[in-house]
């Protein structure tokens, strides 16, 4: 029977993956609107959390002295970039391939393990990463036949893969010890100023759904989904995080079908399947030490 830790990264996982859904729903926003709406109402769940749970929401002066705040910028910036990406990806483009796509986060982060703590990579992860590279070109190869806003499509849940395997090693690396409350409610506040001058730019139309929309991505999608998994990773054996997190990466696929009619094709379906292999590979092997 998994233990509590591990259900709350399944249903956590089980959130994330429903953000294609609502991105579509709020696509009447632009994109930048819609980061940024996610943003405030994740902030405004950790603020409640926090507030209820009595925790001390600012920074010290020692952890600015010794440069955490400085390191929740960058933080801040990777998963803004991440979002933004994976959203691009999603309203350009099939929902079933940007999820898929999502799921070589892994593999970037066995790169940047490597590279911020020198970690031998071993021959079953060099194995899974050259699987997850032939995953691409099957899945790719489906894109360039169909459409060139497929392959931008592509290329953006790619850009945000990469983005947000940089975020987790980098929070490993220089924010560990901060509350799972803590970590949301700083990752989405710090989120708004850099929204805000783009949004305004940009705003699009907000409408009845797409105001439900950003409500439901920033209170469950983010705020809850990510206190979860963040709380979650506590109690649980790092390399055990990546296997249970794999059904995010199924979940779009899933909506993509039954909800917008989607189709993939034996080709499509093959790409996936090695994509998922290499990722399974990889959370065995490299994720480690990810989280």
Known sequence: MPNKGSIKIIIGSILFGLIPLFVRFGSELSIVS??????????????????????????????LKTKTFFHFINWTIFLTLAILFYFLSIQTGSIALAGV???????????????????????????????????????????????????SSSLYAIASAFFLGLNFTYY????KGFSAGKLVFYQNILQIPLLIPF??????????????SIICLGVFCTGIAYFLVYDGSQTV??????????????????????IFGECINTKMAIGMLVLFVSVLLISFEGKSKSY
């Open 101 to 151: 796509l999502m799921g070589l986060h892994p593999v970037f982060v066995v790169f940047f393990v490597f590279l911020f703590f020198k970690e031998q990579i071993r021959l079953k992860t060099i194995v899974a990463c050259l699987l997850s590279i032939l995953g691409i070109f099957l899945i790719a190869g489906y894109s360039v036949e169909n459409s060139s806003q497929s392959i």
């Open 172 to 175: 490993l690396k220089y924010l």
């Open 199 to 212: 949004a305004i730019y940009n705003p699009g139309n907000l409408t009845s759904s797409s105001f439900i």
């Open 34 to 63: 819609i980061a940024l709406g996610r943003a405030i109402f994740a902030s405004i769940f950790a603020l409640i959390y926090l507030i209820a749970t009595k925790e001390k929401m600012r920074f010290s002066i020692q952890q």
């Open 237 to 258: 054996k790092k390399q055990y995080i990546g296997v249970l997190q794999i059904i995010e990466n199924t979940i779009p696929i899933i909506i993509g079908i039954l």
